[in-house]
């Protein structure tokens, strides 16, 4: 089914380990961004990207990088995990930036660094 | 982005109309009022969005004041599966700017 796709669902991390977080659309979006939700908050944008090739920071970047050498893909890594990491990470993706164009999201990898 | 204020719950009863309230009292001319709800542990789900006219689909309702500061989100016969958290975000049209803006939203909790 077309679709964002997340992967992993669930992974604990330790302090200081390393991953990424792959996403993955295959809808042709331009569009694709990560957010982190946190317990009793919203979701806060970490990253975003308007095409492959471009990245740019969100609200919360720190402890994060990205890359986008593809529409399709949007990686989110952890260079150094930290407890505070601790976190629920959504994918999004959409055609455009347009005010026309719905969002859609994948379904969520659960992280817990310890 | 304008920011917006939600109450941090309601409920309804099923079967029953949800009026989902939002204020958005900062909004600017260009900024356009979406909804978004997230069912628990789900990625958040677009639901519909506007610029000042209603509008409605086959989820629900959107009623924007004329001075376009407020706006409601009608869920016509609520479910039990219309239980979730709702989101009320304004963002401009296009643009690196354009990028949406989460915040607590408001739990709705249908009852049977």
């Known amino acids: 089914n077309a679709g964002v796709t997340q992967t992993p669902k669930f992974q604990v991390l330790k302090t200081g380990q390393s991953m990424t977080l792959q996403c993955a659309q295959d809808?042709?979006?331009?569009?694709m961004s990560w957010y982190r939700q946190d317990p009793g908050m919203g979701l806060r944008l970490i990253h975003y990207?308007?095409?492959?090739?471009?990245?740019d920071q969100g609200e919360v970047p720190n402890g994060y990088n990205v890359s986008r050498s593809t529409t399709e893909d949007f990686p989110l890594r952890l260079l150094s995990a930290a407890p505070s990491q601790t976190s629920v990470y959504f994918c999004?993706?959409?055609?455009?930036?347009?005010?026309?164009?719905?969002?859609?999201f994948g379904s969520g990898t659960r992280l817990t660094v310890v | 982005d304008a920011k917006t204020t939600q109450p941090p719950s309601m409920d309804c009863a099923e079967g029953r109309a949800a009026n989902l309230p939002c204020n958005h009292s900062?909004?600017?001319?260009?900024?356009?009022v979406y909804w978004y709800r997230q069912i628990h542990s789900q990625g958040p789900q677009y639901i519909i969005h506007g610029l000042k006219n209603n509008e409605t689909n086959e989820m629900a309702s959107l009623i924007i004041t004329e001075d376009r500061k407020s706006s409601t989100l009608i869920l016509p016969h609520a479910t039990l599966r219309d239980t979730a958290v709702y989101y009320c975000?304004?963002?401009?049209?296009?643009?690196?700017?354009?990028?949406?803006?989460f915040g607590k939203g408001i739990t709705l909790s249908v009852r049977p």
């Open positions: 999004a993706s959409s055609l455009g930036t347009g005010m026309h164009y719905g969002y859609t």
């Open positions: 975000i304004v963002r401009v049209a296009s643009g690196a700017n354009s990028k949406l803006t």
């Open positions: 990207s308007v095409g492959a090739g471009i990245t």
């Open positions: 900062t909004i600017s001319g260009n900024e356009y």
């Open positions: 809808m042709n979006h331009e569009y």
